[in-house]
């Protein structure tokens, strides 16, 4: 079954070298430190936000990444989100739509996050048996302790979306401790 090739494949391609340094600058992910996506801080009120640019509004802004235009949903604390102890009505996680699932996409997006962050979760082999199994709708990696999130999302008619996501720290320890909850209870 090809379906999810680059997941069940290699982590890496020497032939996607090139493609890091390209798009890492185009995603601006070269900064050290992890405060938010472009000039989308973590902290940031939705009047901050709505200023900028880039955005049509607090909830939504549109990028040009990887030579298309990429819609970022935004999420404040206040919004769907308990586990922080960042103030109500803050910027709290930024969600970059980058498209339908495809295996060298996938493979991409993999090599430009890890040429500017550290993988430090990543899926286990029964993870990934339940998500091609229908048990689960996410799979994810995460890069920096959890404050990037590589997602593969499966929508509720079966196809497959990828995912950047930016976290603050709170939300980074709550994906974490979620995923050692998951490891333990399933041992």
């Known amino acids: 079954m090809k379906f999810l090739s680059g997941i069940l494949g290699l982590r890496t391609c020497s032939l996607l070298t090139w493609t890091s340094i390209v798009f890492s600058c185009g995603l601006g992910l070269a900064e050290p430190g992890i405060d938010g996506f472009r000039e989308l801080k973590f902290g940031m009120t939705e009047q901050e ?101 590589l997602k593969v999302v499966r929508r509720p008619f079966g196809n497959l979306e990828l995912k950047v996501v930016y976290q603050n720290a709170d939300l980074a320890k709550a994906f974490i401790q979620q995923r050692q909850d998951a490891t333990a209870s399933s041992n």
């Open 49 to 149: 936000v709505f200023a900028l640019p880039a955005c049509n509004n607090s909830k939504e802004c549109l990028y040009e990444l990887t030579d298309k235009n990429r819609y970022v949903e935004l999420t404040y604390v206040s919004d769907e989100i308990s586990d922080t102890t960042e103030p109500a009505g803050k910027l709290a996680k930024i969600t970059i739509d980058m498209g339908l699932y495809r295996d060298e996409w996938y493979q991409q997006l993999q090599v430009i996050l890890g040429a500017s962050y550290h993988l430090t979760q990543d899926f286990t082999e029964a993870t990934k048996q339940s998500f091609l199994a229908g048990q689960l709708n996410e799979l994810n990696s995460g890069f920096e302790d959890g404050q990037v999130l």
